[in-house]
């Protein structure tokens, strides 16, 4: 099946307001830059968005936010993006701090039909006990908490009962795609992608480097394209850094 689209504005037109989607990449690596673009363009707010981060102030998901296009997030990290930073100061949308391996479970078992599961992270702490900061009144106080979660002992251990996440939509970017989708993904991209693309209800990848069906390795495959809806060619881009940091040139240090 050639699941092939002809833009990536066709392939979010269906994307309503109020849709939860899930978003790849780390940090900024790996994001699906045109997919967001074309969101940006296609108008849907009152988003629920679930990523690792949320882009920078310019960059990525930062670009919705800054539109106010965002009411929630659930997320592993939150640095590096000033605007978020202060609409989650000045009350204005909802965080939900998850650990990092447990947000990367969540999405993986919402892909694989497992409602919940326990673990270790967070026993003890405000995530299990409930009352991290969810959403800011405009006077600063706490709006909304976060709720306790059940603790259970298994062979003389807690763990924390997390839930699992399912989305409307996914949207990723993969280093090379064929038209059946399955992806292939570079490095760090891989962090995070392939758990979203199993969370998304319809996922839709775009992808730097298309390729007929057969030109992928089996064996290189990160994401089967079950789990992958619609691809898109992506659009030739110069990648932003997401920090940069220099050093003086050793041949300049010798003289």
């Not at 600063?140 to 939509?169: H, N």
């Not at 199993?198 to 298309?210: H, N, P, Y």
Request: charged share 25%; proline share 5%; glycine share 12%.
């Amino acid at each position: 099946m050639d699941k092939t689209v002809a833009s990536a504005d066709e392939a979010v037109r269906d994307v309503g307001h109020g849709s939860r989607i899930a978003v790849g990449g780390f940090g900024i690596s790996g994001i699906p830059f045109d997919l967001i673009d074309a969101l940006k363009a296609q108008g849907a707010t009152d988003l629920e968005v679930v990523s690792n981060n949320c882009g920078l102030d310019d960059v990525g998901l930062g670009l919705l936010l800054a539109e106010g296009r965002i009411r929630r997030v659930i997320a592993s990290y939150v640095g590096e993006n000033k605007e978020f930073a202060r609409q989650y100061l000045g009350g204005e949308i909802e965080v939900e701090l998850t650990p990092q391996g447990s947000l990367a479970e969540r999405l993986r078992a919402g892909g694989s039909g497992i409602p919940a599961f326990y673990t270790l992270a967070g026993v003890g702490t405000q995530v299990a006990d409930g009352g991290l900061p969810w959403r800011h009144a405009a006077d600063g106080s706490v709006a909304v908490a976060s709720p306790p979660k059940e603790v259970r002992e298994f062979d003389g251990r807690q763990y924390v009962l997390e839930q699992s996440i399912v989305c409307d939509f996914a949207l990723l970017r993969a280093a090379r795609g064929d038209r059946h989708g399955n992806l292939v993904f570079h490095e760090a991209a891989r962090n995070f992608s392939p758990l979203v693309a199993m969370s998304g209800r319809v996922t839709i990848a775009e992808v730097e480097e298309l390729v007929e069906p057969g030109e992928i390795d089996p064996d290189q495959v990160h994401t089967p394209g079950i789990f992958v809806h619609r691809v898109v060619q992506a659009e030739p881009r110069k990648k932003p850094i997401e920090k940069r940091t220099t050093r003086p040139r050793a041949d300049k240090e010798a003289k």
